[in-house]
């Protein structure tokens, strides 16, 4: 029944995804959002999964594969990382990744990345990584890593790709319209390397005030609603002759 859905809803707003080669020549940045424990590791807190899912699995997979390349090249990644202070709730999410918890963390797949010089880490007290990358003097630590690395293109991979993820996209695709990100020219989701929690309705309805949150649909949804707002979309991904 819901693959039924699913199929349905692909036919009605399709999604092409295209097969993206980087030209050697662009700087290229990657960013990972919020492949953390809270969001990714069976049973890591309030909005952790509860049983093995393919789909994170598979964001995991690919998000560690591009940054071992990102890693061997030197080429600069930023890790947003969903952290909340104890007390000061999201709304309109239950208590989650408070600071100082395991939750907060990366992956054990990924934790490996903070020991990068490449890597930059920001923890973001929001679902939007732009917004949370606003300081306490107004400034921007991603507009400002954009700039410093002199980045052309983002990619970018994470969790949730219909949340956290379009959020950061919408944003800096609209900031970068209005020509804060210079040199920033293009935005590319990368489809395999994102993932949504999984909700159905059926759970949603024994749920107070719950919203249900089919994860193919909504994965569909947030990869449709990034391309609507100019960025591409790709399932593979790969990249001209390396630069040394
Ligand atoms: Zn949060």
Same mark, same amino acid.
């Given at each position: ?8 809803l692909?036919? !009605?707003?399709?999604l ?14 990657? %960013?990972?959002?919020?492949?953390i ?6 049973g890591?807190g309030?909005?952790a ?8 699995l ?5 998000s ?9 090249h030197k ?12 007390? *000061?709730? !999201? ?5 989650? $990744?408070?600071?100082?918890?395991? !939750?907060?963390n990366?992956v ?17 007290? $929001? ?8 300081? !306490? ?8 890593? %954009? *700039?410093?690395?002199?980045i ?10 219909d ?5 950061? %996209? $919408? ?28 909700f ?26 990034? *391309?609507?707002?100019?960025a591409? %979309?790709?399932?593979?991904v ?5 630069? *040394?």
């Amino acid at each position: 029944m819901v693959l039924h859905t699913v199929e349905l809803l692909k036919k !009605e707003i399709p999604l092409e995804e295209e097969s993206i080669c980087i030209p050697q020549d662009l700087t290229t940045g990657l %960013v990972l959002v919020d492949i953390i424990n809270g969001f990714c590791t069976i049973g890591a807190g309030n909005l952790a999964p509860r049983e093995p899912n393919n789909q994170i699995l598979e964001m995991i997979n690919e998000s560690e594969k591009l940054s071992r390349l990102f890693c061997d090249h030197k080429w600069p990644v930023l890790a947003f990382l969903d952290t909340h202070q104890p007390g *000061k709730l !999201e709304h309109p999410y239950p208590s989650h $990744c408070l600071a100082g918890s395991e !939750e907060s963390n990366l992956v054990p797949a990924l934790e490996w990345l903070e020991k990068e010089p490449n890597v930059t880490i920001r923890r973001k007290d $929001c679902y939007d990584g732009y917004i949370g990358s606003i300081r !306490e003097d107004g400034s921007n630590a991603f507009a400002d890593w %954009v *700039k410093t690395n002199n980045i052309q293109l983002l990619l970018v991979a994470g969790i949730c790709t219909d949340i956290c993820v379009l959020d950061f %996209v $919408c944003s800096t695709l609209s900031a970068r319209n209005r020509g804060l990100l210079a040199p920033l020219q293009e935005v590319v989701v990368y489809s395999r390397g994102c993932a949504t929690f999984d909700f159905p309705a059926a759970a949603a309805a024994d749920t107070k005030d719950a919203l249900a949150h089919p994860q193919e649909i909504m994965h569909h949804m947030g990869l449709y609603m990034a *391309k609507g707002r100019g960025a591409k %979309v790709a399932k593979n991904v790969s990249f001209g002759a390396l630069k *040394k």
